[in-house]
């Protein structure tokens, strides 16, 4: 199944490219799944009709499923309360019903993931299963504002790293040593349950990672053009490219019509929507939909706004290593990171990882394994792609006999 994130930023218009990308698709007869997780239904705004927990079928060929996340919430609370009532047994912990539970903030973005694993692990169900994924070919995902969509793309990888730097895999020589350590320490070690649960916790990060970072998954990025929207779009497609997400496209949203009378108030953002507009189709591939004069309500608006159908996406971005051994001693990582500035970029060497900061995004990323046997020589940025050189280290190297 083929993977569409549409963000941008805030007031862009963004679920109701969503919506009307979705709703070209299905009517080009491929089998789509709309996701999003917006507390209020502005997906349901968009279609006129409302959309809940329950995947409805809006038209022949498209599904819309919006997950709650107060339920999503309840249902995660209650199965660690399940899971850890002997300890709290102990600790004398009162349960908590699932009535008295409020959603905590970031429940809609959590609820996404789940969302997005699920419809992933669905999709070899034959038709008629209970899967949200199984009759599906094309995954459109309403994400929140870039700001907001970029740290939830962000979290599965990260929270994966931090379990293991914190209950590490290898945790058989742990389950022999807890008694010795645990009084050596005075401080109670950590059960084989808790490393259950974190094994169960690492699977399920890796099913939503997985969708992530497959090569059919790529980003539109959905903004109304100008000066501020500019920058907006900039800063997000250089988070995506820190993440391997190719920009498939940037679809300019409510444009404005170019034959507006010089003398006319729209004869100001008329010109500032073209240079914006002139400015992104030099990098990127721009979508322009209308201004309809009035919010898209209904298939019919949607089907006016004429948004792309996905295709086949971009190529996938890859992070090569060239080997320049025998001209400069070095091997070559080559990142692409399209729209960075040498003021932006930030590197650290952190053992067989690498810290990179890029604007206000960051990401640590795991050295290929030629690379972790070399240490850093230096970087440059040319035309938006960060080489950074590496020499290999005498003492882990391999030697040629």
């Not at 010109?271 to 030099?282: F, I, M, N, S, V």
Request: charged share 25%.
């Amino acid at each position: 199944m083929r993977t569409l994130l549409i963000t941008g930023p805030g007031g862009g218009g963004r679920t109701t490219v969503a919506a009307a990308t979705a709703l070209a698709a299905a009517r080009a007869g491929t089998r789509t799944l709309l996701l999003g997780a917006d507390r209020e239904d502005s997906l349901g705004a968009a279609f006129g009709t409302p959309t809940g927990p329950a995947p409805a079928l809006v038209e022949e060929n498209l599904t819309v499923w919006r997950p709650d996340p107060a339920q999503g919430f309840r249902d995660a609370l209650a199965a660690l309360q399940d899971r850890a009532a002997s300890a709290l047994g102990l600790l004398g912990a009162a349960r908590l019903d699932p009535e008295e539970l409020t959603p905590l903030p970031g429940a809609e973005e959590l609820a996404l993931l789940r969302a997005l694993r699920e419809a992933a692990l669905a999709v070899g169900e034959p038709p008629g299963s209970s899967g949200h994924g199984g009759r599906h070919d094309l995954l459109v995902v309403d994400l929140p504002p870039a700001p907001r969509a970029l740290a939830l793309l962000a979290l599965p990888e990260e929270l994966r790293r931090y379990l293991r730097r914190l209950l590490p895999p290898g945790r058989q020589a742990a389950r022999a040593l807890r008694p010795v350590l645990g009084r050596l320490a005075g401080v109670p070690m950590p059960t084989e349950a808790l490393y259950e649960n974190a094994a169960r916790w690492d699977l399920e990060l890796a099913a939503t990672e997985a969708v992530l970072t497959d090569r059919r998954t790529s980003a539109l990025l959905v903004a109304e053009p100008g000066p501020a929207a500019a920058d907006a779009v900039r800063t997000a497609a250089l988070g995506l490219a820190l993440r391997r997400l190719p920009v498939e496209r940037v679809v300019a949203n409510r444009v404005l019509p170019e034959d507006a009378p010089a003398d006319s108030w729209l004869a100001g953002p008329v010109a500032q929507q073209r240079k914006t507009l002139d400015d992104w189709r030099g990098s990127y591939d721009v979508r322009a939909l209308p201004h309809l004069g009035r919010d898209p309500r209904g298939t019919d608006d949607l089907a006016d706004l004429a948004a792309p159908t996905a295709g086949p996406g971009p190529a996938p971005v890859e992070w090569p290593v060239t080997d320049r051994l025998a001209e400069d001693g070095v091997l070559l990582w080559r990142l692409p990171l399209p729209g960075a500035t040498r003021d932006d970029l930030d590197l650290v060497r952190r053992g067989d990882e690498l810290a990179v900061a890029a604007g206000p995004h960051r990401r640590i990323v795991s050295l290929p394994s030629a690379l972790r046997r070399c240490t850093v020589q230096g970087a440059a940025l040319r035309d938006g792609v960060l080489s950074v050189r590496f020499a290999p280290d005498p003492k882990l190297w391999p030697r040629a006999r």
